[in-house]
């Protein structure tokens, strides 16, 4: 059996595979090789990242394929439900990369409460000939602890978010459209516990409680937050999105800040990528990341692991 991984895989997930006996590619084919490629190569299994993406025509073109995979949670650049009609398996790994996101919303929440996204970019140019005026500039931060943090979509994600929130100090407090209740235990270092059970909202409740904003949603229809939203927003809110681009009005967010409703926001995923609109790449109120939040190598690990695991469960178990 073939693996092809075409975004990469990590070595964890490589060697978990060939002890399995699997022969696995880890060359990173162009979008428009990549049936001829699979064809080609007998492949039997296709894993893709968010770079690739697999469609209608791609499935169709390459009979020989059994599994598709996804390494992370959202399954949008797959025609999963096509696939599945085509009696091919579709598998993704939905909880490996939760801590990683989680992490990188705070990295974000932290510097966007001290200003070093800004800071950062100010440093490098005028640190040695106006240090005191940017140590005025950036002398009104504030703390996370006792301050609101409002999640909307509270799946694994979400809740991982939470155990962190709730480790700082804050009130969180969140939306979802399918979960009533959960409870979040939150983990010490010595085995310690405590579990606190949090009972969902409204959205525009948390619109208007939250001193910060979190999204954890999948990619949809329409926008999540736009212009209507923020108009529910208590003034001075910062937001971030790590979950997917557009379910964010990027330019009803850059007029929010404008207007002071805003006070800062941490993008990690964005609507036109892998081209971000420039008004939001140059906003100074705004922290950037390149769509990273699985980015770490624990997370990798977890994901290359995971799909390995499940891989050898279809095809030599069921022996397809």
Known sequence: MKVLANDGISQSGIDALVEAGFEVNTTTVAQEQLSNY????????????????????????????????????????????????????????????SQSVAELVFAHLFGGVRFLHDANRNMPLDGDSKFNSLKKNYAK????????????GFGRIGREVA???????MRVIASD?????????VEFYNGQFINVEIETQPMKDILKQSDFITLHVPAQDGYVIGEKQFELMKP??????????GVIDEVALVQAIESGIVAFAGLDTFESEPTP????????????TPHIGAATNEAQDRIGTELASQIISILKTEKV
Not at 236 to 245: D, F, H, L, P, T
Not at 277 to 288: C, F, K
Request: a positive charge; charged letters at 20%; one cysteine or more.
């Open 38 to 97: 699979i064809n080609q190569k007998a492949i039997d299994v296709l894993l893709v990242r968010s770079a690739t993406t697999v469609r209608q025509e791609l499935i169709d073109s390459c009979p020989n394929l059994k599994i598709i995979g996804r390494g992370g949670v959202g399954m949008d650049n797959i025609d999963v439900d096509y696939a599945r009609s085509k009696g091919l398996h579709v598998i993704n790994t939905p909880a490996a990369s």
């Open 277 to 288: 609109a420039v008004q939001v790449l140059m906003n100074g109120s705004i922290s950037l």
């Open 177 to 185: 459209k399918f979960v009533g209740k959960a409870t979040i235990k």
């Open 163 to 169: 155990k962190i929130a709730l480790g700082v100090g």
């Open 236 to 245: 001075g809110v910062g937001i971030v999105n790590a979950a997917r681009g």
């Open 141 to 152: 931060g504030s703390e996370l602890r006792g301050k609101t943090l409002g999640i909307i």
